[in-house]
């Protein structure tokens, strides 16, 4: 089974400060997607950053950046300048191709202390 | 800013009655997931269409799940006869031709007592 693994059940942030939350996953393929969703306590599940596994460079999106390391099969998600916003469940999560599913990690918990 | 809906919000009924969860995705979206989110499985895919045509059930109970996109505007997920471990959030996503990254609705909290 394809896999994708969050090894950090909870993690804690001062305000303003840079978190990242880890993610591996699993793959024999050489082409996919990644992503990273965040859910708050109001459950919708957001998109909040996307990365082809064919690009070397490193998605950003606005105060979020990944650090994609294709041969350590590694994802990881920093959050910059901290806001109390960001507090929420965070979902790792991969497709195989354009269109298909996605298989999700077992969530991170990010909390944000003021 | 398109969205997908998600009926019900809440639903809370007795064992061994028939749930429907109704699903609105994104016009012209033609990729359309079911998700299960629960504390002990996490998010499970438990069936997903393409141009309406089911690609992947495999994550459904057979014997009391059914998926179906009766219209590119409607998804139906129904459970009959509903079960307490039934219980959970459920989810829809969609996404566009040739697209990746979906947009999910709101979820349906699910609660059979």
């Known amino acids: 089974a394809q896999t994708v693994t969050q090894s950090q059940p909870e993690m804690s942030v001062q305000e303003a400060e840079t978190v990242t939350l880890s993610c591996t996953y699993d793959?024999?393929?050489?082409?996919?997607?990644l992503f990273w969703y965040k859910q708050p306590p109001s459950r919708q599940m957001i998109l909040v950053i996307r990365q082809e596994a064919y690009k070397q460079q490193n998605a950003t999106e606005n105060r979020f950046s990944v650090n994609f390391q294709k041969a350590a099969k590694s994802f990881s998600l920093k959050i910059s300048d901290s806001q109390l916003g960001d507090a929420a469940m965070y979902f790792c999560?991969?497709?195989?191709?354009?269109?298909?599913?996605?298989?999700f990690g077992g969530g991170t918990r990010v909390l944000v202390k003021p | 800013d398109a969205r997908v809906t998600q009926t019900p919000r809440h639903k809370v009924t007795e064992m061994g009655q028939e749930v429907t969860m109704r699903c609105q995705p994104i016009?012209?979206?033609?990729?359309v997931f079911w998700y299960r989110q629960t504390m002990m499985q996490g998010l499970e895919l438990l069936a997903y269409?393409?141009?309406?045509?089911?690609?992947?059930d495999s994550g459904m109970p057979k014997d009391r799940f059914s998926a179906e996109m009766p219209d590119a505007t409607l998804a139906t997920l129904k459970i009959q006869p509903s079960e307490p471990r039934d219980s959970a959030v459920y989810f829809c996503a969609s996404g566009p031709p040739g697209g990746y990254g979906y947009t999910f609705g709101s979820g349906t909290r699910l609660t059979v007592v």
């Open positions: 999560a991969r497709s195989r191709a354009t269109g298909n599913k996605l298989t």
């Open positions: 793959t024999s393929e050489s082409d996919y997607y």
């Open positions: 016009l012209g979206h033609n990729t």
């Open positions: 269409f393409r141009n309406r045509a089911p690609l992947d």
